[in-house]
């Protein structure tokens, strides 16, 4: 799997991307710019709001954990908010009796509610979300009261929201009673916990997105006297956003000097972050991207980044997002900050997918900026046809590979003609005509110099088209990109050749161009499927980002992770929503027993009671469907230092390389659960016994000195595991087998033809079941858990297989097809029963299991 970003449109940013299981892994950024992690076989790309809270109901609450779209459903505080943002039509209520039909939609970043149509200026017909100070739900407020139609509204669909200083009210009807509970419950949410979430986060943009302009401002002084030239300040801001003109910025720069009545026309280091920091010429969310770039591919080892190149003034291309009111970043400082950071973080190769809709004028420029500055970095070495498979990424350390198109080897011109590949166009096309309407599109054509397209070599981009064409045709160094949402439908309707088709070929989900919010989808949706790279929003935290970071946090944050053997071995056949244990699996119980909390802080900008928190802890898994599951503890009231939970859960893990436990630390609250603090781990990284789980923020950082206290024991299903779990775990497992049966049809020649692969299949059920119990006991007799493999049992054996004098006890015969173990000479008690029970997996059931199956 590899970690890759995202490039953002409007104004926000789209995502990054991680991979396992493959050669590459990516992560997120924001306009224009995209990371990835590239873990070793699968790819990934969350809402701001999707952080972990549930609002309290009276009934059992629940959490979804598919993001697919056939499964969507309003469940939590997230999937109001989602809701909002997309907007929905809303009757607004006038004490004249008069009521208006309004498009109501709350703005991407959350900060303003708006509706339109509206005969005011746009900027007076919205509310801010911090002046809101109460939702009222029903007809409770006078202008419902005095309103001649009051017995015509429904008391479940009417709402009113009180804000400002004066306490005016906005009183809305919708046209069902679960529309108004979803702009209520996102409401609510918002002010009593939204709030403060987005403080914390534009806090911790504005002290990354000064540091770094201080930096900036740093390299020009080289006088170290903290203060430039007026004409060097221009020239700085212009390669920051080279759509400025040099009057415009000095004239603000003078503003800034008339305003502090300040002599001289110098520009100091505080002047020039004030300046920047101005959305007018550069905006914040724009700085985070390339921030995104420079620092968080430096820290969190993003192991892919797309750039979206497009022809810039001056001869120079820039990089934003196509057919978005976006600014723009210069490509040579792009190139500049890749070239510095990009194997800070790690040694593994860095993806660098290049949307280029440049002329060929400005491509030659790209080429000179690439080649100029990355140099010997940039992977130039073309394929070997005869080469079934990609180098490994250890082979490719500290190289650069880029993505793009390529043209055909019998092109000997300069340049050459092909398709177009904007994910920007696909956006606007989307967003201005109803999917419904949409008609096929011929591709567009562009020119390609051949210089750019000879650095394109092992990750060429192709159209997808179906599976059996791709098994046909395609190239293993050719890379395909897919539209999550087509990606989502290929995952359900197709999902083996989902797998077997990752299983040999890179592939890259970006997030669904509707994504306006910069949300994030679930990537476990699409890591069960193999895929490498998988584009997340770095900038959203939240539910989903805690288990993109959480899952690639296993390798060191070197960007890649190797996939699960079933998603990589093309024997093994493995379904993305099978709903049972995995074939070959052994499923694991995972015990973990919530003992007690340690420093609870209180949430910040939380003013709903006093200063004691009210805690409770969920523990989720996610994984596959099988998995995913929840428990929660009791709330433990006015109790943040040391609250007491000591409470134990038990869940069932049949894919354990692929699973992730989460635990979600919340104040229980009536108006809205607050967010503490969560950990995400992945399943194979616990360590069994006491543990202090240490805590992280809603924006990722480490809370000091908060911790859980658990105890984690982990057993096999059939009875594995450390002796003093066994006997719980053997009553657990003590169950009749469950046999496949067969359907009767009532048509006797069909009937009687299957009647006959009752017993076979009975068999095989014993072979199975009977192999997975002895392999449980070989673990054992070697010292090792439930969840070790052969291999590891073979290698903690092999210190014990000589004598004293050493000449060996065991010998492994190999001239069968299964290797056996042949004694040479008197055992060890211990060593018998090792031989004994390794017969029992060489000999009998595992054959027969490896028959069975291939049948």
Same mark, same amino acid.
């Given at each position: ?237 212009? *390669? ?9 910025? $000095? %004239? !603000?720069? #003078?503003?800034?000097? &008339?305003? /502090? ?122 394929? *070997? ?9 250890? $082979? %490719? !350390?500290? #190289?650069?590979?880029? &993505?793009? /198109? ?450």
């Amino acid at each position: 799997m590899k970690a890759e970003s995202h490039k953002a449109h409007a104004s926000s940013a789209r995502g990054a991307e991680r991979v396992s299981g493959s050669p590459l892994s990516s992560r997120s950024s924001l306009v224009g710019l995209q990371r990835t992690s590239l873990p070793i076989h699968t790819r990934q790309s969350s809402y701001l709001a999707a952080d972990g809270s549930r609002q309290r109901k009276e009934r059992k609450k629940t959490v979804s954990f598919s993001s697919m779209p056939t499964e969507k459903k309003i469940s939590t505080a997230s999937d109001c908010i989602n809701a909002m943002v997309d907007g929905s039509e809303l009757k607004k209520v006038r004490s004249n009796s008069r009521i208006y039909h309004r498009y109501f939609l709350l703005d991407a970043d959350m900060q303003s509610l708006r509706w339109e149509p509206t005969k005011k200026e746009s900027e007076k017909a919205k509310i801010d979300v911090k002046s809101i100070k109460e939702v009222r739900t029903g007809k409770n407020t006078d202008t419902f009261r005095t309103n001649g139609t009051y017995d015509q509204i429904s008391e479940d669909c009417a709402f009113s929201i009180i804000f400002g200083e004066n306490y005016e009210s906005l009183d809305l009807v919708a046209h069902t009673a679960d529309v108004a509970n979803i702009w209520v419950t996102g409401l609510r949410y918002l002010i009593s916990y939204g709030k403060h979430t987005l403080n914390m986060i534009e806090s911790t943009q504005n002290n990354m997105r000064s540091s770094w302009l201080g930096e900036l401002f740093d390299e020009a002084d080289v006088n170290d006297s903290r203060k430039v030239s007026i004409c060097a300040a221009v020239q700085l801001v212009k *390669k920051l956003n080279p759509g400025l003109k040099n009057v415009k910025i $000095e %004239l !603000k720069f #003078k503003e800034i000097h &008339k305003a /502090k009545d300040k002599a001289g026309s110098d520009v100091t280091r505080d002047e020039f972050i004030e300046f920047s920091s101005n959305k007018e010429f550069l905006d914040s969310k724009d700085l985070m991207i390339f921030l995104e770039a420079e620092q968080g591919m430096a820290q969190m080892g993003c192991r892919s980044v797309e750039l979206d190149v497009w022809d810039g003034p001056d001869n120079e291309p820039v990089i934003y997002t196509g057919h978005t009111m976006t600014s723009q970043i210069v490509f040579r400082s792009v190139i500049d900050v890749l070239n510095k950071y990009a194997f800070v973080a790690s040694e593994f190769p860095l993806l660098l997918c290049l949307e280029n809709h440049c002329s060929l004028k400005q491509q030659r420029v790209m080429f000179q900026h690439i080649k100029k500055i990355l140099g010997d970095k940039i992977h130039t070495d073309p394929p *070997k046809p005869e080469d079934c498979y990609l180098p490994s990424p250890l $082979e %490719l !350390k500290g #190289k650069i590979l880029l &993505k793009g /198109k390529k043209l055909s080897t019998s092109c000997t011109a300069s340049e050459g003609e092909v398709t177009d590949e904007d994910e920007g166009a696909e956006m606007s096309q989307r967003m201005s005509i109803d999917s419904a309407e949409q008609q096929t599109v011929a591709p567009k054509k562009f020119q390609l110099s051949k210089d750019l397209s000879d650095l394109v070599t092992l990750c060429k981009s192709v159209e997808f088209k179906d599976f059996p064409t791709s098994f046909q045709s395609q190239k293993q160094w050719e890379l395909c990109s897919f539209n999550e949402v087509f990606a989502s439908r290929c995952a359900s309707d197709f999902p083996g050749d989902f797998v077997n088709y990752n299983k040999k070929y890179l592939a890259r989900v970006y997030p669904s161009p509707m994504r306006i919010d910069s949300s994030n989808m679930n990537p476990q949706d699409f890591w069960k499927c193999g895929c490498q790279i998988v584009a997340m929003n770095y900038q959203t935290p939240g539910l989903m980002m805690d288990l993109n970071i959480g899952w690639f946090r296993q390798n060191g944050n070197c960007g890649y992770v190797l996939r699960p053997a079933i998603m990589r071995e093309h024997v093994s056949y493995f379904s993305a929503n099978t709903k049972d244990s995995v074939p070959g699996v052994s499923p694991q119980l995972l015990h973990i027993k919530i003992i007690s909390g340690q420093n609870f802080p209180k949430p910040k900008g939380s003013g709903a009671k006093g200063d004691v928190v009210d805690p409770y802890v969920y523990v989720e898994i996610h994984g596959i469907p099988a998995d995913c599951a929840e428990q929660r503890t009791k709330t433990v009231n006015q109790n943040g230092d040391n609250p007491l939970f000591d409470e134990s859960f038990e869940f069932q893990i049949n894919l354990p390389e692929l699973a992730m436990v989460r635990f979600v630390v919340l104040d229980d609250d009536f108006i809205g659960d607050e967010f503490i603090g969560q950990y995400t781990i992945p399943f194979e990284c616990l360590q069994p016994g006491f543990r202090h789980v240490p805590l992280q923020s809603l924006t990722g950082e480490v809370l000091p000195h908060t911790l859980l206290f658990v105890h984690v024991a982990i057993t096999n299903r059939r009875g594995g595991g450390k002796p003093h779990k066994r006997g719980l775990s053997v009553r657990k497992g003590k169950r009749s087998r469950e046999y496949a049966s067969m359907r009767v049809l009532l048509i006797k020649a069909v009937d009687d033809v299957f009647k006959t692969a009752v017993l076979p299949l009975r068999e095989a059920t014993d072979l199975r079941e009977n192999m997975q119990n002895a392999i449980v006991s070989f673990k054992e007799l070697c010292g090792l858990s439930a969840v070790a493999n052969l291999k590891q049992c073979i290698l903690a054996l092999s210190p014990r297989l000589t004598g004293p004098d050493n000449s060996p006890l065991l010998v492994f015969n190999l001239a069968d097809q299964y290797p056996n173990l042949e004694p040479q000479g008197l055992l060890p008690e211990v060593l018998k029963k090792v031989v004994t029970t390794y017969d029992l997996v060489s000999r009998g059931p595992f054959v027969g299991f490896l028959i069975s199956t291939a049948a």
